[in-house]
């Protein structure tokens, strides 16, 4: 079963910094989707960036970059210029696209603080 | 394009009884998942339907089930609740492009 593993159950960064967010999984899968999902509090989750397993190039979106690297299935998160409104809970998700499923195995998530 | 609703979004039940959550997805998303998300557990898959099919299911007892209608809402149900289903229920749809557009929740509370 594919797993999902989030190392850092808390995080702080003070505003303007950078900061990265750990995460690991196992799969014997080449074929993959990896996910940063982002759940403000008492609010929606969102999508913050996705990467597909067979793509080299690490995924960016604006301030949000992730390093992938597939050989060590490692899937970190990486923040620039952190601003208040990124505090929240993030996940880390993986997708097993076969038969189609868009079932998504979350890790436990981490607790993002940002300090002005 | 509204997104994902979900009602109700606030429950409290008591130990026994049981409960209906319903989803309604994206217009025009096909897929529609659920997830029990609890402080101890994290976030956990309970089932996926996809044009009024199940496609998949998570490890949880009988006692939760769902369905989808042919307009592709959904629900789920949980009977003889315990104390332990209290928990944040998330709907997420999928219109394709790799991305599950997920809902605000019903907040359960079993007493």
């Known amino acids: 079963a594919q797993t999902v593993t989030q190392s850092q159950p808390e995080m702080s960064v003070q505003e303007a910094e950078t900061v990265t967010l750990s995460c690991t999984y196992d799969?014997?899968?080449?074929?993959?989707?990896l996910f940063w999902y982002k759940q403000p509090p008492s609010r929606q989750m969102i999508l913050v960036i996705r990467?597909?397993?067979?793509?080299?190039q690490n995924a960016t979106e604006n301030r949000f970059s992730v390093n992938f690297q597939k050989a060590a299935k490692s899937f970190s998160l990486k923040i620039s210029d952190s601003q208040l409104g990124d505090a929240a809970m993030y996940f880390c998700?993986?997708?097993?696209?076969?038969?189609?499923?868009?079932?998504?195995?979350f890790g436990k998530g981490t607790k993002l603080t940002v300090n002005p | 394009k509204a997104g994902v609703t979900q009602t109700p979004r606030y429950l409290i039940k008591t130990r026994g009884q049981q409960v209906t959550l319903s989803c309604s997805p994206i217009?025009?998303?096909?897929?529609v998942s659920w997830y029990q998300q609890t402080p101890g557990q994290g976030l956990q898959f309970l089932f996926e339907?996809?044009?009024?099919?199940?496609?998949n299911k998570g490890n949880f007892p009988g006692r939760f089930s769902g369905r989808q209608f042919s307009n592709s809402r959904s629900e789920m149900n949980v009977s003889t609740l315990e104390l332990g289903d209290s928990a944040l229920y998330l709907c997420?749809?999928?219109?394709?492009?790799?991305?599950?557009?997920f809902g605000p929740g019903t907040r359960l509370t079993v007493l």
């Open positions: 339907y996809f044009s009024e099919t199940q496609r």
């Open positions: 998700a993986y997708r097993n696209p076969r038969g189609g499923s868009e079932k998504l195995v």
């Open positions: 990467q597909e397993a067979y793509k080299q």
């Open positions: 799969t014997s899968e080449s074929d993959y989707y």
């Open positions: 997420a749809s999928w219109g394709g492009y790799n991305e599950q557009f």
């Open positions: 217009s025009g998303h096909r897929s």
